[in-house]
């Protein structure tokens, strides 16, 4: 009788545990601003196992701190060959809102002035999946009255490659004042925050990860992981020499 009532227990479980897949989520990291300079802000994927084909998303945003907002694409979604289409919406008095929609890449060209070639890894249509990483960079202005943090909103969705909606939960970061690649916030890049880097990487005591030491790219562009590694220095080095194309955000 016990045996059976902890089988029960187990079969519950196990139910239980199966009909709460995680969602994806689709988060607005943190930027680092200068007042009266720009903000770059990563808009990262975590598809949690679900398949992700397309995705949008709203950024909403002050006007009076915030403006001119460019989006461009991500390594993650670069490299499945999707194409980034955006516009800025009305504002609602001060309340900005930009919409981005990173969905299968189209091209136009000569033979198909209006658009027609499809880039997307399938060449099927829009069916090819999108990984983990991000999907989006999202440039803005910054007033020069500009002090503080900046908080920002978003509104997501997500489609699987059948056009089926996925459930996909949106978060934001903050912007920050200082600068990307000033690991040890002294308020400019140079070599003390190559020698920073590196001894994140070796684990040195006293030196910590933060966001501002997350700078890797990839063929010049900014593609934040979460983590200072290798590829983090390499970066910090060709920004340091100023080899051509390898511009920090
Ligand atoms: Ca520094
Ligand atoms: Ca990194």
Redesign the pocket.
């Known amino acids: 009788m016990k045996l059976k009532g902890l089988l029960v227990c187990i079969l519950l479980l196990v139910g239980t545990t199966s009909a709460f897949a995680v969602d994806a989520t689709l988060t607005v990291g943190e930027g680092f601003y200068t007042a009266g300079g720009t903000v770059t802000v990563p808009v990262v994927l975590k598809t949690n196992g679900n398949s992700i084909s397309a995705v949008a998303l709203d950024v909403e945003y002050d006007t009076t701190l915030l403006s001119n907002p460019v989006g461009t694409l991500g390594v993650a979604a670069s490299t499945a060959k999707k194409g980034l289409y955006s516009n800025v919406l009305t504002p609602t008095g001060t309340a900005g809102k930009y919409r981005l929609l990173i969905t299968g890449g189209m091209t136009e060209d000569a033979a198909n002035p209006k658009g027609g070639t499809m880039t997307d890894v399938t060449t099927t249509g829009t069916s090819g999946l999108l990984t983990d990483g991000v999907v989006a960079l999202v440039k803005f202005n910054v007033a020069s009255t500009t002090t503080g943090s900046i908080t920002v909103g978003s509104f997501v969705d997500a489609s699987d490659p059948n056009a089926n909606a996925v459930v996909v939960n949106g978060t934001v970061g903050g912007m920050t004042a200082g600068k990307v690649g000033d690991c040890n916030g002294s308020g400019s890049v140079s070599l003390s925050d190559l020698t920073y880097a590196i001894n994140v990487v070796i684990k040195k005591p006293n030196f910590a990860f933060n966001n501002r030491?997350?700078?890797?790219m990839s063929n010049g562009v900014w593609?934040?992981?979460?983590?200072?590694?290798l590829?983090?220095v390499t970066t910090l080095i060709n920004v340091i020499i100023k080899k051509p194309n390898w511009i920090l955000p």
Do not use: L, R, S, W
């Open positions: 030491c997350d700078i890797n593609n934040p992981d979460g983590k200072t590694t590829a983090d």
